[in-house]
């Protein structure tokens, strides 16, 4: 019987042949991440033995720069623990800060055939890259920092065959919110992507999927490998890595067709994404107050171009404010470069640094009880981007940008003129 991707590669780092739904499996971890909301590690780390530092990734992104004084010493515990145990990938506030998967992603820290696991919960977000990456809890982070190793229970997979183009006004958040609102919920499941539309996604797309595959409540979330991947892995200069692709004779719980050029623009409805999420027509002329345009799903050079453009010689609508946060520094270079950041400022928005402050709802844009927010971020529930009594709505990077401009929710295909994408 043959095997998903994912189940190759835990079978491979296993050491076993092969493994199947329900098995228990131990396998060696090849990248350890962790955040700076993480300080759990810290108040025993006397006694914390550490298995390879070189395994880890250390990354401060959540409270950055720090908005309170208990954050800040926070911080500098993290580095007297990064500096106490010699870890080498470490990214401290500066130049090559960013929000984790975003850094991963652009130091080639997550490799085709490997594991990865994390504190944050947005971890399968590596799977872009051909690895079975997972979020696990306190006690496994610190199995896997002490050992090296971590269980995982195998789970089904689920098959998505990815057709088509996507038009102009539709991006990969538009597909997470199609498979949310046709399929729900994919707890226990793992989730596979694959099909004749790769070649014309690229990574920061792919990644939009990925990550918000978490928001599926997908264990796993792997893309099949391809060229386009391969030819980003060049560019980060990627340590030797085996890709794994499924066995022509794999067992899928499922196998789904997703025809991208069918997909229209779609928005999640307040409080919740799964089975909750409408074509944006259906909530046209929704007034809002806050729009926010990042996170680790969408805060990419590309969702920055899309929003940039949509708002070309426009305004930000009275009484909206419009936050934009890039994953990275580095991206932030790339947009100031390309002149979207001016767009942007130009337009009314408030661009902030490299952090997921206003996704989780910690800083840099936190929603009082009457604001009505149109996101990208990942989570829409009560009191995930502050207050319980906001209402978020989540869109795409040119919804997003769209309302900020009317004031209203709206189709962004009123504001891009041009052919598919």
Not at 63 to 80: D, F, H, L, S
Not at 115 to 132: P, T, W
Not at 290 to 298: I, K, P, T, Y
Not at 333 to 356: E, K, N
Request: aromatic share 8%; glycine share 10%; with cysteine.
């Amino acid at each position: 019987m043959g095997m998903t991707i994912t189940e190759k590669i835990l079978a491979k780092k296993g050491g076993v042949k092969t493994v199947a739904p329900g098995d228990i499996t131990v396998v060696s971890v090849d990248c350890i991440a962790f955040n700076d909301i993480i300080s759990y590690f810290l108040g025993d780390r006397e006694l914390l033995k550490m298995s390879d530092p070189d395994k880890i990734v250390a990354v401060f992104d959540h409270m950055v720069p720090p908005p309170t004084a208990r954050a800040a010493a926070e911080q500098e515990v993290g580095r007297e623990f990064v500096k106490r145990f010699g870890i080498k990938r470490f990214h401290d506030m500066g130049r090559d800060q960013g929000i984790l998967h975003s850094i991963i992603a652009e130091n080639g820290y997550a490799l085709p055939g490997t594991v990865l696991i994390s504190n944050d919960s947005h971890a399968c977000s590596s799977g872009v890259f051909n690895c079975a990456a997972r979020a696990v809890g306190r006690p496994d982070m610190i199995y896997g920092v002490a050992t090296g190793n971590a269980w995982f229970k195998v789970g089904e997979t689920i098959r998505y065959e990815l057709e088509g183009r996507l038009s102009r006004s539709v991006s990969m958040k538009d597909v997470f919110f199609q498979l949310a609102g046709q399929y729900g919920d994919h707890s226990n499941m793992n989730v596979e992507y694959g099909g004749s539309a790769l070649p014309y996604l690229n990574i920061s797309a792919r990644q939009t999927l990925t990550t918000m595959s978490a928001e599926l409540s997908a264990d796993f979330a792997v893309f099949e490998p391809d060229d386009v991947m391969f030819d980003h892995l060049l560019t980060v200069k990627a340590a030797p890595y085996e890709a794994q692709y499924p066995d022509r004779d794999a067992q899928y719980h499922d196998r789904r067709v997703v025809d991208l050029g069918s997909i229209g623009p779609l928005v999640a409805l307040p409080d919740a994404v799964i089975n909750n999420t409408v074509k944006v027509e259906e909530a046209e002329g929704t007034p809002i107050n806050r729009a926010f345009l990042g996170s680790c799903a969408n805060g990419m050079l590309d969702d920055i171009r899309i929003a940039a453009e949509v708002m070309q010689g426009k305004l930000v609508a009275p009484g909206v404010r419009f936050v934009v946060s890039p994953a990275s520094q580095n991206i932030y270079r790339q947009a100031l470069r390309a002149g979207y950041i001016g767009t942007l400022v130009d337009a009314g928005a408030i661009v902030t640094s490299s952090t997921c402050g206003a996704c989780g709802g910690f800083h840099s844009g936190v929603l009082g009880p009457n604001d009505v927010c149109i996101t990208t971020s990942t989570r829409n529930f009560k009191g995930r981007m502050g207050d319980p009594n906001a209402r978020i709505y989540m869109g795409s990077p040119a919804t997003v940008a769209a309302a900020a401009i009317a004031g209203v929710i709206t189709h962004p295909g009123n504001f891009l003129t041009g052919a598919a994408a």
